[in-house]
């Protein structure tokens, strides 16, 4: 299993208060947190000011699931990048879409909607409810899951309606959220995970890992159909003999 | 437009804190709080106690929209009185379950799972937050909808995943409900409303009733399609000429 | 309501076989079949060679439902008529995407998909069968819909999970098709329906366009929610009350 | 991984063109076809005439997934194994319901619909298209798979719309139907397959045997959420810490 986590990292050069949550990188500790709880997996990173973001064509040719974490600087990621990424979604690639990267220009892509939210940084505490509980991103985490202090997120969340809605979160304000979606799309599994705000150490939380382990599996998927759908041939009457 | 409201009416005559919220039985408190709110509707109500419930084949072959409340006597409903609603709901009429009519055996019966929950009496104060605004049952509804003083309902919520999620609520508690949730099941449209514990008075709430009023609409199907389900004819190979 | 029929129009003006069928181009021909079928609807007709596609912003603000056909010239889409269109789906407005417009910049940005599927022109024979009969877009239609000669259009079609599925089609060929979907988008509602190829009269076909003016009507919606979607305001905790 | 395969084993002793075809009953050519592909499964079969049904409290509670072929004698199923089959179910068992089992009480008390559909006994040819190509249950299987005879089955088929659509049929005669289709149900997956009709030996074609090890899998949940659903607590308002 081969998973690439990228992330914009430009908050942790920049803002003292995250330098201190995440020195080496909110990338970096998603690997150093995601590695006890993956066998058999190999991690690498990529960083937006990479060239090629980090993500030439067998870079992700090679991954078979992609995390996602960016915030400041979605307007960076170069079409050719969004295209590459985009199509290797279709093509069967898992990809765990993170907080803030709702707004993600590869999240808005492949959701077709505004991806839109409301939010408060406030401290809020946030409860995220599993509502699926047999579900396997949801297996073995915490019910609910706890997060002392977070940003809040709240609906309206301008998403299609998930195919799978595994988590629900509340938060002190009183806000709502549906914080833990699946969708497919082409033949990859998407999955994006509101949890993980620059100013917290969310990926620290034993349950977030848990769910972020969870769900690499769930998006890890070894064979990939061979039915093609990037193509119109123009079929002959019995081309399926 | 033709609305039955179903109350099994025990709290409202045994309990005397109920009695004083809904002296006249919650089902005609509903139709009191909709008939200003739909025009060229005709309302009649039923209950646990009267012949056959209230709901023989002729009444319920002319309601369009069947309002249900019920929660201590659910097991006195009667096999034929269930097979009714039922059948008829596979026909076309529409269905409101409210509240605690989610363990009713017909809500039960159309769901084919447990609709077991949590709860707790505990004045929880709930908002319901809309998270599919242009839905007909949320128009012009208040986001979120505050509900000073209620039951509170939490996950998990054994139903199957909804054809349509149009509410989620937040409690002080800080749980979450998916407290308004759309089903088609045969020609039939059926919502399930969480909002109507029988010690708050919850149906005089007026975003409470704009919802209700507009489920009631959404729900009311006045041509029910003529392509038969209830019969598997041995069909010829050309029948559909 | 207000309609606006779009077409590429090029096939009508460069084929003369189309020519015959569709003299009047297939726009024209759209609203001469849909006009006795949707009392109180005002039509507006708009084409690829007129300026901004005849889509400037105030054209598609008063628009309630936008139709959508196209094929040759889906590149010459203008981005910022795709933007405009985009949005205003977003914002409430219905599209109905017709027949090769599977291909459409704006469905494919909409879907987040390839949106291909497999095709060949034979002069099948296509059958479109109801599988949700109860729905609003399948009312008083034949069960099955017969059209004696059209192109194929099989599966895999590479769309996400449609919110509802109306209709699926068999081809001669033994194809199937999922060819009536519907989905919501932000506060729009988009349908897809797969008939309409240009050398086939399709579009005179009395179920075709009853089926058209069943999703004009279903996609139009008068009123929309005043929930924002397009902003993320840093909410105060209690910015709800 | 321990599999039961229940018959209601009437048409193979009652029928000499269903004794030719499975001398051994349907169940054992289940196992013996399912066996070389589903390694590390232990497979036992139960049959109507049995005590039970073969069915009882411990051989269920033993059973990860249960696979069930009825027709002629539904009604004869007892309350007792329904209500121990469908609690099972709900607590995490997997289904996979066969052909005329559509009709099943079990699976009827699951859709909670009348589960009905056409058809006819003409030895049409089927073909199932996969139309989610990434799913597992259609890994490794044909595209199309044919059936070169086989009962045509029909839609409308009155089941509530599928978690996931995975196999749509087409037939001889035109009609269309949804061969493959999963549902979640509680915690139990279930999965309705339609081919399978006794007078074909369609349980020896290789692609609808690794269809069934594909659903057997997908069904199989070795670990089950310890999330209750059975029971309503009232919960105190700190009860999740």
Redesign the interface.
């Known amino acids: 299993m081969k998973i690439t986590v990228w992330n914009e990292h430009i908050h942790e050069r920049k803002n003292p208060e995250v330098q201190e949550i995440y020195p080496e990188g909110i990338h970096r500790a998603l690997v150093k947190g995601l590695e006890p709880l993956l066998e058999n997996a190999e991690f690498r990173t990529a960083t937006l000011a990479e060239e090629d973001h980090g993500l030439k064509g067998e870079d992700l040719d090679s991954t078979d699931v992609l995390l996602w974490w960016g915030h400041l600087a979605h307007d960076q990621v170069s079409d050719e990048v969004l295209e590459r990424v985009h199509n290797r979604v279709?093509h069967?690639m898992g990809l765990i879409v993170l907080h803030s990267a709702h707004l993600s220009r590869v999240f808005r892509?492949?959701?077709?909607?505004?991806c839109?939210?409301?939010?408060?940084?406030?401290d809020d505490?946030e409860?995220l409810?599993?509502?699926?509980?047999?579900h396997p991103i949801?297996?073995?985490v915490e019910?609910?899951i706890?997060l002392e202090r977070h940003e809040?997120y709240?609906?309206?969340?301008?998403i299609?309606?998930p195919?799978?809605?595994v988590f629900?979160?509340?938060?002190?304000?009183?806000?709502?959220f549906?914080s833990g979606c699946c969708?497919?799309?082409?033949?990859?599994?998407v999955f994006y995970f509101s949890p993980g705000h620059e100013t917290y150490p969310v990926y620290r939380h034993p349950d977030v890992l848990k769910v972020l382990s969870n769900a690499v599996r769930w998006a890890c998927?070894p064979?990939?159909?061979k039915?093609?759908?990037?193509?119109?041939?123009?079929?002959?009457?019995?081309w399926?003999?």
């Not at 839109?116 to 406030?122: G, S, T």
């Not at 409810?129 to 047999?134: K, L």
């Not at 093609?228 to 002959?236: D, H, V």
């Open positions: 279709l069967g892509r492949l959701m077709g909607t505004s839109n939210l409301r939010w408060r940084e406030a505490r409860l409810w599993t509502v699926n509980p047999q949801a297996a073995g019910f609910p706890e809040m709240g609906e309206f969340f301008d299609p309606q195919d799978e809605l629900v979160s509340s938060f002190s304000g009183g806000e709502v549906r969708f497919q799309r082409g033949k990859g599994r998927q064979e990939i159909s039915i093609e759908t990037a193509t119109s041939p123009n079929a002959p009457t019995d399926w003999r």
